[in-house]
């Protein structure tokens, strides 16, 4: 691996924010720090960049032990929600700070600001202040001036999360075009789990301060581990094990072996299938039009179920519907609700 975080611990008082956790990222690799508010995504970022002292543990660049080397010294970029640029200086003299206090000629600073300028998208910007922007195009250029300095890893703590949707979304877009095209090694927090799947190549879900599941996007959308990931990544439908062997016992095939209390189906919305019926099991409780899908919630002997439909066919409340749920679209996953995880 390129960078690794190995058995972090971090305490503030008697309160542990990071118990004993290991992420690594590997050479070019777009990683997530996925996780609720306070979880402990955003300490390790910053015990990663710097900007905070470790307890226990060790974090290494390949075979560079980093754990006692300053923020300055580590090579990192680091781009934050809240922006950061310094509002008395130009655009280009923001971008180009990282490399005027490493003391690099002039003109080479301002080819490689009209190269940055030209990558996120705003050539006409250089001579503007950041108040003259909008905080979508002042968090391009934040990104630009992390990346000017040419960093061994970029970090990224929750970059989007300031912005309205339609921003986010475009900007989420150039931010994964960008980092495929550089190749800088990237580690980005996040609590929005669109974001995480949308961008990462490999997500680290974090909760209470440790980690709880490491994968790739669709590794923990269709295969998460715990009640607590199903629950966190996307939409799901979670049923006890003895209701689901009370009415629909096929389900069971897949379950692994143990207690009935160990394991809860996990069942997305999108994977049942809907259809009116007289006699149907199921009756319609709410119906929510999206646009490009609707979300029924149905009442059925399984429980409280949200179903996801797409195409021209609708449903009114109060109707009689049945419901097929395949076999194999059921995951069984671990109830850590006992753990307080959920």
Not at 18 to 37: A, Q, W
Not at 208 to 214: A, E, L
Not at 259 to 281: M, Q, S, T
């Amino acid at each position: 691996m390129y960078l690794t975080a190995r058995n972090v611990t971090k305490r503030f008082g008697s309160f542990i924010a990071l118990d004993n956790v290991t992420v690594s990222i590997g050479p070019g690799e777009f990683v997530c720090l996925l996780g609720p508010s306070g979880c402990g995504k955003t300490t390790l970022l910053r015990l990663i960049a710097g900007l905070a002292d470790l307890d226990e543990g060790d974090i290494r660049l390949k075979e560079e032990d980093l754990s006692r080397t300053p923020a300055r010294k580590r090579g990192f970029g680091i781009v934050f929600q809240s922006y950061s640029l310094f509002p008395n200086m130009t655009i280009a003299e923001n971008i180009g700070y990282g490399l005027k206090i490493r003391n690099t000629p002039a003109a080479d600073i301002a080819a490689r600001v009209t190269e940055l300028l030209e990558l996120v998208k705003l050539p006409q910007a250089a001579d503007k202040f950041p108040g003259q922007l909008s905080g979508g195009q002042q968090q391009r250029i934040a990104l630009a001036r992390a990346i000017a300095v040419e960093p061994r890893v970029l970090l990224l703590d929750e970059p989007l999360s300031a912005l309205d949707a339609k921003v986010r979304g475009e900007l989420r877009s150039e931010i994964s075009h960008l980092q495929r095209q550089l190749g800088i090694p990237t580690l980005m927090v996040t609590h929005d789990q669109e974001e995480a799947l949308a961008l990462a190549d490999k997500i680290i879900c974090m909760n209470q301060g440790t980690v709880v599941q490491t994968g790739s996007p669709e590794d923990l959308y269709n295969r998460p581990a715990t009640r607590f990931v199903a629950d966190f990544i996307g939409t799901s439908n979670l049923v006890e094990t003895a209701r689901v062997r009370e009415v629909q016992p096929d389900l069971l095939a897949t379950r692994p072996e143990g207690e009935d209390a160990a394991y809860v189906a996990c069942i997305r919305p999108e994977h049942i299938i809907l259809n009116p019926a007289a006699d149907g099991r199921a009756t319609v409780r709410s119906v929510s039009f999206l646009g490009n899908m609707c979300r029924v919630e149905v009442d059925d002997p399984l429980g409280l179920l949200t179903v996801e439909t797409h195409g021209a066919k609708s449903y009114r409340e109060g109707e009689a519907v049945d419901l097929t749920i395949p076999r194999e679209m059921c995951t069984w996953v671990a109830d850590d609700i006992s753990e307080g995880a959920s």
